[in-house]
C-alpha cells in the first residue's frame, strides 16, 4: 500500500517538471518570433560595392549565421554559409542569388533563420560605403 503514493509523488513530479519545459519552450518561442520581427532589412544597393568577398553575421538570440557574400560586376554571385544555422539555407541563398534582392521568400518553418541569414547579407553589404 505504501507503494502507490511514491509512484504517484513521482508522476507528480515529472508531470510537472513537464508543464515547466512547455512553459519555457513557449514563451521562449514567443520572445524569438517577437525578436526576429523587429529585425529591418535595408534594400540591397550594390552601385556602390566593389567586387570582393564581404564577411556578414547576425544574431537572433540563439540563431547566429555567419556567411561570405562574393561580389563581382555589381551582382552578388555566390553566398558561403561559414558557421551552419538551423535548417537548409541554400535555398534561400539561391533566391537571394536569383533576385539581387532580400526581398524573398523564406524557408517555411524557419522564419527566424532565414530573417538571421537575410540580415547576415545585409550587415556584409550594407555596411559598406
Not at 533576385?99 to 523564406?106: C, G, H, R, T
Not at 524557408?107 to 559598406?128: C, E, F, P
Amino acid at each position: 500500500m505504501r507503494r502507490h503514493p511514491r509512484v504517484l509523488r513521482t508522476l507528480l513530479v515529472i508531470a510537472t517538471v513537464v508543464f515547466v519545459l512547455f512553459c519555457g519552450w513557449v514563451l521562449y518561442s514567443g520572445y524569438l518570433i517577437r525578436t526576429s520581427a523587429r529585425v529591418t532589412l535595408s534594400p540591397l544597393n550594390l552601385a556602390n560595392v566593389a567586387d570582393g568577398v564581404y564577411d556578414g553575421s547576425a544574431r537572433i538570440l540563439h540563431v547566429a549565421p555567419k556567411l561570405q557574400v562574393t561580389v563581382a560586376g555589381g551582382k552578388i554571385t555566390a553566398i558561403a554559409v561559414v558557421s551552419p544555422v538551423a535548417g537548409d539555407v541554400n535555398g534561400l541563398t539561391a533566391r537571394v542569388i536569383e533576385a539581387q534582392s532580400l526581398n524573398v521568400d523564406a524557408i517555411s518553418g524557419a522564419t527566424v533563420s532565414t530573417k538571421a541569414v537575410l540580415k547576415a547579407i545585409d550587415n556584409a553589404l550594407g555596411a559598406r560605403p
